[in-house]
């Protein structure tokens, strides 16, 4: 790899797709702007081993893991302006050592700067835990947020946690995505996650919000109610929240979100 990059003084773009034996990325030249790293392979056993990366001048970072791996540690990326994490986990042990939860606040502290940030389903459980063990995520200036969340009550702890360390956030994008479990066995987490969970939303400036791609299931009951209502008290210079849902029964649904109060007067709810 050492000889690539040296051999390529003027790449742009790096895709490193289904590699292993690679424990240290250093990319030390200027022109390289976009780093994209898929499904990286911890190829070592018995020992703890990560995949760390130096990319002082890399402008674009997406990490994509379909194997369900979180291993990877950031170390001088001050630089990046946006940044993608999806780890395509279903299972979540928060007893490992170190846990799930320990590999997140590093990954989320060391892209604090970065201007767009967008996280996938495993990311926003993980945040959910952590919420309600009380942990806050410390203070970013990130403008643009998209969140990949599985379609159950407990995505709202990680929603509202992150937007809590995002107080110049302007544009929150939140897809839906099938949530891998059945939803019956989930019942009883998703009441203790929103009992447990700080729902208290400090005031934030996110002035435009789309919500998309949700299943009958989430948009007809309470947890879609809920996570407008939570995001309408909120948000004091929203403009526009387009709700893009076709299995929502509008006439019904829509009585009720426009009813909640807004803290913006200038806050107009759109069904799509």
């Not at 995949?51 to 990046?80: F, H, Q, T």
């Not at 009883?188 to 005031?203: E, G, P, R």
């Not at 995001?231 to 006439?251: H, N, P, Q, R, W």
Request: glycine share 4%; net charge negative.
């Amino acid at each position: 790899m050492g000889k690539i990059l040296s051999g390529c003084p003027v790449l742009e773009v790096l895709h490193l797709k289904d590699c292993w034996g690679l424990n240290c990325l250093n990319i030390s030249s200027p022109s390289l702007a976009t780093l994209l790293i898929e499904d990286w392979e911890l190829y070592v056993r018995e020992e703890d081993v990560f995949l760390e990366i130096s990319a002082p001048y890399v402008l674009d970072l997406s990490i994509k893991d379909s194997k369900g791996g979180y291993e990877y540690k950031l170390r001088n990326v001050s630089s990046i302006v946006r940044a993608k994490l999806y780890f395509d986990s279903e299972d979540i042990d928060e007893h490992a050592d170190p846990s799930p939860m320990d590999y997140m606040k590093e990954l989320l502290e060391s892209l604090q700067s970065v201007k767009e940030l967008e996280l996938g389903p495993w990311c926003v459980e993980v945040l959910s835990m952590l919420e309600v063990k009380g942990w806050q995520l410390p203070p970013s200036t990130r403008r643009c947020l998209t969140l990949n969340v599985w379609v159950h009550k407990r995505s709202i702890a990680g929603i509202l946690g992150i937007l809590k360390s995002s107080p110049n956030l302007e544009r929150l994008v939140i897809k839906g995505t099938h949530f891998p479990h059945k939803e019956t066995e989930s019942e009883d987490l998703d009441a203790a996650y929103l009992q447990n969970a700080n729902l208290d939303l400090v005031a934030f400036h996110v002035k435009t919000v789309k919500i998309s791609s949700f299943t009958e299931s989430f948009c007809s009951v309470e947890p879609m109610a809920k996570l407008v209502q939570l995001l309408l008290k909120g948000s004091t210079v929203l403009e526009k929240m387009v709700i893009s849902a076709k299995e929502l029964d509008i006439d019904k649904s829509a009585r009720t979100l426009i009813s909640f109060p807004r803290a913006s007067s200038k806050a107009v709810i759109v069904f799509d």
